[in-house]
């Protein structure tokens, strides 16, 4: 690994540090909130134009906000450690005012009346939004290739990589330093992918955790709300605020809200973590496959039970999947008319695989959610000794973008590949967190998965803590100074 290309914490600027690490500056005087929005928008007016990691930015807002928060904080008011942090999200959440544009050029004019949910929430805790940053159009692809509005640049490589997707632009813009957290979603994958292959953190909640009220929607049956951040920590931080039950998404309700904050830096000593063999590691890269299975050692060390264990519902999730059991056709009934009036207008890598989803009759589409339903009570049996899954988020690193978007058959063949590990957590309902654990020798980051039962996020991220008080692989930064080069 080529550390010349990174830089330590130690020596990491404001834009390089974490929500907790931001929030004691900001309480001890070092920097006001107006100071560091005023930063990060001179830092993307720098660096942007060419990593293409925003849709949109809404600088007076956030200016407006960074002043009445450092009021309320010289008043000795404090709402808590997110009041006054800036944040991004996915251009699938409605925000009051601006167009939800779902990474489509003919929806420039969708203005929102009303704030989604998880945009709400954050609010009320003081978070100051920057801007909505690009997406794969309809959020429909794990490799971050958009035609309409540009695929955001993956910062590890001057050479243009795969930034993942669908959450393209949040990854990005975390792993920039353009933001310490942004939102994203994920209905196969879309919060892991492009965390690993940008070296961030990506939570996927369970379903029915956060709301989706207010969000474009790609799969009403798969789609949940995630976060991009630098630290676990910052992860469970915002889930915490965002979590619990919403009237307009009655998917939430009957939920009881988890404080994951109470037991996040408890040790894992005696917990039984597996990885789980087969279909995980199929074809995966030498250089990934050994920085997550090194990944053992590590949690031997914190006192863990480490385990190789066999996952055979993890194949047949995957099969079913590849069958194009869900997104597909629900995907089509959300965006129908757009599809059947406007197709020629449309991503043709999108357009051509969302069609699909019409062919698929009522009788398919209940057969299979029968049998996801089956699985996902088998994968429970699997599991019920287990604390936590252990395996690569992605098999393979960020590949050139020309790589892939080449043809559309490379193309179908590594969005694939890519989504591989992650779709089987959708079908199976569990919640996943991609963690950085090492790079490869070009200096491209490797992920790992800690998969935990469904509504077990407060184990996930208990792991995942637990891994980064021993580890700095979070902690690294791209050496961007290619950018400012060009």
């Known amino acids: 690994m080529d550390r010349s290309k990174m830089q ?67 008043g000795r008011q404090d709402f808590g450690l997110l009041y006054g942090i800036p944040y991004a999200a996915k251009d699938l959440f409605d925000v009051k005012g601006l167009p939800t544009t779902a990474g489509c050029k003919l929806l420039e004019e969708n203005v929102a009346s009303k704030n989604a949910e998880a945009i709400r929430r954050l609010s009320n805790d003081g978070m100051i939004l920057m801007g909505k940053t690009n997406t794969v159009q309809f959020a429909f692809s794990g490799v971050g290739i958009n035609h309409d509005h540009g695929t955001p640049h993956n910062p590890w490589c001057q050479v243009h990589h795969l930034p993942g997707g669908s959450s393209s632009g949040s990854a990005v813009a975390v792993a920039a330093g353009l933001v310490p957290m942004a939102l994203g979603t994920d209905t196969g994958g879309s919060v892991r992918v492009p965390a690993s292959l940008c070296g961030t953190v990506g939570l996927k909640t369970t379903v029915g955790r956060i709301s989706r009220s207010g969000v474009y929607p790609l799969s009403w049956t798969l789609d949940s709300v995630g976060v991009f951040s630098r630290s676990v920590e910052d992860a469970a931080l915002v889930y915490q605020c965002m979590q619990g039950a919403d009237s307009n998404d009655d998917i939430t309700l009957g939920l009881a809200s988890q404080n994951v904050l109470k037991d996040l830096k408890n040790d894992v000593r005696g917990w039984r973590l597996a990885f789980a063999e087969s279909v ?37 999730a995957r099969q079913l999947n590849a069958g194009g059991w869900v997104i597909a056709p629900e995907g089509y009934t959300v965006n129908k008319k757009l599809l059947e009036e406007h197709f020629d207008e449309l991503d043709p890598v999108v357009a051509h695989r969302m069609m699909k989803g019409r062919e698929i009759t009522a009788a398919q589409y209940l057969q299979n959610a029968y049998d996801a339903k089956r699985l996902r009570a088998r994968a429970g049996n699997t599991l019920k000794d287990i604390d936590a899954i252990l395996v690569p988020t992605t098999p393979i690193p960020a590949r050139p973008v020309a790589d892939v978007d080449s043809d559309m058959d490379t193309y179908l063949q590594q969005n694939a590949f890519y989504l591989r590990n992650t779709s089987v957590g959708n079908i199976l309902n569990m919640c996943g967190l991609s963690i950085p654990c090492g790079f490869t020798d070009k200096g491209l980051p490797i992920g790992l998965m800690i998969y935990g039962k469904p509504f077990h996020e407060n184990e996930i991220l208990r792991v995942g803590y637990a891994f980064q008080q021993m580890t700095d692989w979070h902690r690294r930064n791209p050496d961007l100074t290619w950018v400012k080069n060009i």
Do not use: M
């Open 280 to 316: 995980f590691w199929e074809d995966a890269h030498p250089e990934v496959a050994k920085a997550v299975r090194e990944c053992g050692s590590v949690f031997e060390a914190l006192g863990a039970q480490v385990i190789s264990i066999e996952f055979p519902e993890a194949e047949w």
């Open 8 to 74: 330590s914490v130690d020596s990491s600027p404001i834009h390089y540090q974490s929500i907790i690490e931001i929030a004691a500056r900001i309480r001890r005087g070092e920097v006001s909130s107006t100071q560091l929005v005023e930063q990060l928008l001179a830092r993307i007016d720098s660096i942007d134009g060419k990593l293409n990691a925003y849709k949109l930015l809404c600088p007076e807002k956030a200016l407006k906000q960074a002043l009445s928060a450092d009021k309320a904080l010289r």
